[in-house]
């Protein structure tokens, strides 16, 4: 599977950015899809997560103001992150979570990251 994510960039406190990130996975089933971030000096967290079977979950410090959405189909996820903040500036990675078809354990993949920087 592989991963090509964008839509990175710089905004302005209190502006919004939306990245996405698509999978190219033949030949694989498309489990749970993430977001993490790594900021500066400090370790890679969970942003936000979608599973397959239509549940979200987010990190305590994003709640209400970023979203997380899948497409099934097309393979891809995106991060609707509203009312950004100085901290949280960081690299954003997706994540997806793939079984090989007639397999039956979980691989899970990272993709190359994309630079979202919030200026106060």
């Known amino acids: 599977v592989q991963l090509q994510a964008s839509g990175g960039g710089m905004v302005q406190a209190g502006g919004s950015l939306s990245l996405s990130c698509a999978a190219s996975a033949s030949g694989f089933i498309i489990g749970a899809m993430r977001w993490y971030r790594q900021a500066p000096e400090k370790q890679r967290e969970l942003v936000a997560e979608a599973t397959n079977s239509g549940s979200t979950n987010y990190a305590d410090s994003v709640v209400g103001r970023f979203f997380i959405s899948r497409d099934n189909i097309k393979k891809t996820v995106r991060l609707l992150m509203n009312s950004l903040k100085p901290e949280d500036t960081a690299v954003y990675y997706c994540?997806?979570?793939?079984?090989?078809?007639?397999?039956?354990?979980?691989?899970?993949?990272w993709g190359q990251g994309t630079l979202v920087t919030v200026s106060s």
């Open positions: 994540n997806v979570d793939g079984t090989r078809y007639g397999r039956t354990n979980i691989q899970n993949f």
